[in-house]
């Protein structure tokens, strides 16, 4: 399995209550946390919004399993055509993880057709994230509820599809709640957005987080043997099928 | 459109915690919200476990568009064919609302296939019912959040499957959340399973309450004009619609 | 209500195989199958492609209830500004019907988030259209199947989200198979995509498939009462709703 | 990963159209093919409707990850202890396949809600099977489409609850659709519907048709790694996780 890491990295190298908790950026812990839970044979790679077509050449998307996507203040920054690549590669099978302010990014709202907005934000609420789907593969291993002590709170209703997998829903501290882990199939590839993420909490450090990070990669890896392309389809005369 | 309110009415007469609430019964109170609400020519009718057959017989319900369904401590003395009469019923095109802790009933059992059994409750708690669905008839002219001062926490995860409809989610004051408004089509009929509704509490007298149990009344009722029976499938020879 | 029949209008004027059929565009008869089957009172309008900004400035569409789209061979001339102000439209509200080729439209790909490429097509099938989900509002009245004498094959898979509501789903001659009728939710506005329609075949002449139609633009409509627009969410304190 | 295909195995043995094609009862067939295409761990059982208990008692059910079903004629004969045992091992996380007939069984019907009737059938139609979610694990490595030369036709609407994931969908000879792999959660395990398997066929010999099976066994396999039930709801003082 090849994952790549993607980060807009700006704000752990601006504000100091970021850089603080992610010195290294949000995408290196991201990517320890995958290195930590995938098998050993995992490549797990970052590419940064700062790179040459922000990392995410052809070959590089077309190397990937899964793409994570973690962006926020300079996602207007992000070049369409970046965007466009990366939508299509979806649609062809890759894996997409929308983390947190990732809902309202330019590839959220490219794959899902939604603005992503919320009703209302809140920092520094801690959530609570439960389990509504017990048999997915994404919760093995995870306790319901998972506590986070210190995050941000998006309210509802969020401007987002109904997903066609609802994994988690959150409570927080003020009494708000939100469709947390969320899937979609879009094309031959899959969506998951997982809400918990603000930049200036440790979340991504916490074990039953990362655990489900990597459950999200597996789920929305391909398969490993596609389907063949069909060829027949409007290419044979009509009622070849039928039996004489 | 008929209504019919049907209602174990037992703890009314039982418990003082509920009788102070509820002296007449919660029906009472569910069919004045809904003649309140609903248009003039609605007929809101009353059954009762305690009558021949649960009230239920197959007079009644042919003439019924959508049955509301309480019930909580007597529903095992429901007898089985009155369930499964409601059942056909429904399949056949009529109306369901499961009310509160209906949801472990033998009649939501036996349409949506789960058990109903919820993680955890509680008593007392206040509940914010969040709409996630906002362009949906139920939550017509029905503010977001409704705040419920008092009612009874149910914790997920709930062992209901996935809505086809997801209108609410509720937060209750110990931080749990639940899947509290929930759509589902069964055959040619739709099912509606409302959580707030505790007995201790007056939740079925708040404004906004009532207009959602009207709303998904409408929401719930079968068209005015339904689709002829098909006729042809399986009773023509092969291939009789391809053209020569 | 009020109905807005948005047409690109090329074929009609250009091919004799389309002219000799829609002599008068396909929303000539497009609005006259509406007027026939929705209330008296509503009002159904016609917007062409080659109108200034396409017919749909700010004052239609904020005065549309529902609109429906087709286009086919000039829609990668429709400009961005419009596609985008009609995405807005329909998240705050407005319905949105597609019709046949526009599944693959700008503004099918900005609500939808996918290609709407088929995996094959075909002119002249004869179609059959089944109902999948008979006791929705769109199928009141409908025959099943609705046997269309002669039409386009769209194959699957068909690169759309998988629908909130799937309503209806076409054989063709060829044995194809697709979701020809399916609804989604997007923000507070709804969408159906109706596959019938191709350009060359008097489909919009036949009742079965204006009564869908007019079924549909109802089933589309934003409620009479809309939701209030919350105002709580992040504006108040932690916990202010919990009781002391 | 334990299986265990359960068959009621009358028609092999009583008529000859049935028992040229399956001399050894379908259940040998259908183990033989997942023995070829799962792991060779993979610990394939039998267990049929003559034995005691219909060879599903609470020890078996136990130590079965995903159950196949095939009934037909003697579903009635099926005890309704065993449904209910099963059942409930569904709920707590068995992986089960309904095959053809069995959408009308009783463990169909109990754990759907719905009564599995279709609107027609027909014996002796070629059928194409036809993938709409190209990413599904279940289609991988399946050819689109799958022709099956001679089967039988189901006709829609077929009474299920909309499918959570709709994989194939299939065309008949005689023009007739029906949603033929379709997916569903329920409780904590999986439940699947795959329509081809008319016993007077050799469609269980079909290599494409193993593939899928053997995929849909894997797909339905509980998560090796159970979530660890919650302890927490309900057993915990109000505002426990507010912070101070």
Redesign the interface.
């Known amino acids: 399995m090849k994952v790549t890491v993607w980060n807009e990295f700006f704000e752990e190298r601006t504000y100091p209550s970021v850089s603080s908790v992610y010195p290294d950026g949000l995408h290196t812990v991201l990517r320890q946390a995958l290195i930590e839970h995938l098998d050993p044979g995992a490549e797990v790679r970052v590419a940064l919004q700062e790179e040459p077509g922000h990392g995410l050449g052809p070959e590089v998307l077309d190397d990937t399993d899964v793409l994570l996507w973690w962006s926020h203040l300079k996602d207007d920054e992000v070049v369409d055509e970046v965007v466009e690549r990366v939508?299509r590669r979806v649609?062809d099978?890759m894996g997409l993880l929308i983390l947190h302010s990732a809902i309202g990014s330019k590839i959220a709202k490219?794959?899902?057709?939604?603005?992503g907005a919320m009703?209302?934000?809140?920092h520094g609420?801690?959530e609570?994230l439960?389990?509504?789907?017990?048999?997915?593969?994404i919760?093995?291993?995870?306790?319901?509820?998972v506590?986070i002590?210190?995050g941000e709170?998006y309210?509802?209703?969020?401007?987002i599809?109904?997903p066609?997998?609802?994994v988690f829903?959150?409570?927080y501290?003020?009494?708000?709640?939100l469709?947390s882990g969320c899937g979609?199939?879009?094309?031959?590839?899959?969506v998951f957005f997982f809400a918990p993420g603000h930049e200036e909490a440790p979340i991504y450090f916490q074990p039953e987080i990362r655990r489900i990070l990597a459950n999200a990669v597996r789920w929305a890896a391909?398969?490993?043997?596609?389907?063949?392309k069909?060829t027949?389809?409007?290419?044979?005369?009509?009622?070849?099928?039928?039996?004489a």
């Not at 490219?110 to 603005?115: D, I, K, M, R, V």
């Not at 979609?184 to 899959?190: S, T, V």
């Not at 027949?232 to 039996?243: A, H, I, L, T």
């Open positions: 939508r649609l099978g490219a794959l899902l057709g939604t603005s009703t209302g934000w809140r609420d801690s609570l439960w389990t509504v789907l017990p048999g997915h593969e919760v093995a291993g995870v306790p319901n509820p506590v002590p210190s709170m309210g509802e209703p969020l401007d599809p109904a066609d997998e609802l829903i959150s409570s501290e003020g009494g708000e709640v469709r979609w199939h879009r094309g031959r590839g899959r391909p398969s490993a043997q596609p389907q063949p069909s027949r389809s409007g290419e044979y005369p009509k009622n070849w099928w039928v039996q």
